[in-house]
């Protein structure tokens, strides 16, 4: 067999959410729910789904390859210029196409932990070195993070609200920590669950383009638009990054119903109006039955909760995570007894609900 690098033999593949159709073959079961990959319950905006129908009219075509009428409109949003905008076969794309671009063997990046692996595999596979550092009661730590610049960072990854845990970093603590990053660094925002921070505190990234910062803000069509099955996201950052990043990006990296339903669902406040409440409803719900069940949970800014069973039994929550799926309810087991929950539909929050409580009660 052909040699591999020690960098890709050593990788541990990412491990998606586990799909239901997958749970019902294992299972022989019907009728599971899926609350583990932080998905839109209510789906796409009827817009997008209108605008992507139109697009598989042309897909003997290729796309456009910059995504030129998409740019536009996310530079409009944003009101910068379409050079700083970049689309992305997802946003996870655009995390990879900084790694291409930037990072040389030995160079590092730093990013919290836990938040999103991916992070940690791009720069992994890209030769570089990834440098964690601990969460500080579920919260980036920032001024630990800035104590870990040395002379070969080239990035700083900032998962803002971060993935797993649903907490934010507010304005002041990233502006503090702006003022200790040399203007060599980029600063990379990973803002996939913006849209649900409600937090006054959260920051605009945007702004801080405007007054010169070295940083890029990424965000997603998979969360609250509802359009994960497509792939698509964007990245907003100094033209000059963009510039070097869109001369590795694959010419025709998003397809053509994908960007024709992005563009439409931008349009649709209503149904991002509705997205939005029904994930507050949802929040308050569970955050409500967490706190009857005597069950921990982190504040969270996002469609999901990270919750902790608690307790002296480490195997707690694989435990729970398997008896769950036997009853066709899928979350995401993190590590020990920690748990992360999509707030989904009504019925489905009710489901997981009274589902947890016979597991709970069967463990006993």
């Known amino acids: 067999m052909i040699k591999v690098s020690p960098d890709i033999a050593g990788i541990t593949p990412y491990p998606p959410g586990k799909p239901m159709e997958e749970l019902e073959r294992e ?9 583990a990959s932080n998905e839109n319950p209510l789906g796409p905006s009827s817009k997008a789904v209108s605008a992507i129908k139109k697009g598989l009219e042309s897909v003997q075509r290729y796309p456009d390859g910059a995504g030129h ?11 910068v210029d379409p050079g700083q905008v970049i689309i992305g076969n997802g946003s996870n794309e655009i995390i990879e196409l900084l790694i291409r671009t930037f990072i040389l063997p030995g160079d590092e990046a730093i990013m919290a932990d836990p938040s999103f692996s991916l992070y940690r595999l791009v720069v992994t596979s890209g030769h570089g070195k990834p440098v964690q550092v601990p969460l500080k009661e579920g919260r980036h730590d920032l001024p630990e993070m ?22 934010i970093v507010r304005k002041r603590e990233v502006a503090r920590f702006l003022l200790r990053v040399p203007k060599r660094i980029l600063v990379v925002f990973d803002e996939a669950y913006a849209e649900y921070a409600t937090d006054p505190e959260f920051p605009q990234t945007i702004d801080l383009l405007r007054a010169g910062a070295s940083a890029l803000f990424l965000r997603t069509f998979s969360k ?13 950052g100094p033209s000059e990054v963009i510039d070097y990043m869109n001369r590795v990006r694959q010419p025709f990296n998003t397809n053509l119903p994908a960007q024709q339903g992005a563009l ?6 209503a149904h991002l109006s509705k997205s939005l409440r029904i994930n507050r409803e949802g929040k308050e719900y569970l955050l409500q039955a967490f706190g009857a069940m005597g069950i921990s949970s982190l504040p969270s800014e996002t ?43 009504p019925g489905e929050n009710r489901r997981f609900i009274k589902s947890l409580r016979e597991v709970l009660k069967e463990q006993k």
């Open 27 to 35: 299972l022989g079961i019907s009728g599971s729910i899926k609350l």
């Open 146 to 167: 800035a104590r870990a610049i040395t002379p070969k960072t080239k990035l700083i990854f900032i998962c803002n609200p971060n993935n797993p845990t649903g907490t």
């Open 224 to 236: 609250v638009y509802g359009l994960a099955g497509l792939r698509i996201g964007y990245g907003v």
């Open 69 to 79: 009428y998409l740019r536009e409109a996310l530079a409009r949003k944003w009101k």
């Open 303 to 345: 469609n999901f909760i990270y919750f902790d069973l608690g307790g002296d039994d480490p195997s707690i929550g694989k435990r729970v995570y398997t008896a769950l799926l036997h009853k066709g309810v899928i979350i995401r087991h993190l590590a020990g007894s920690h748990l992360r929950i999509t707030i989904g539909l």
């Open 264 to 269: 439409a669902a931008l349009t649709d406040e």
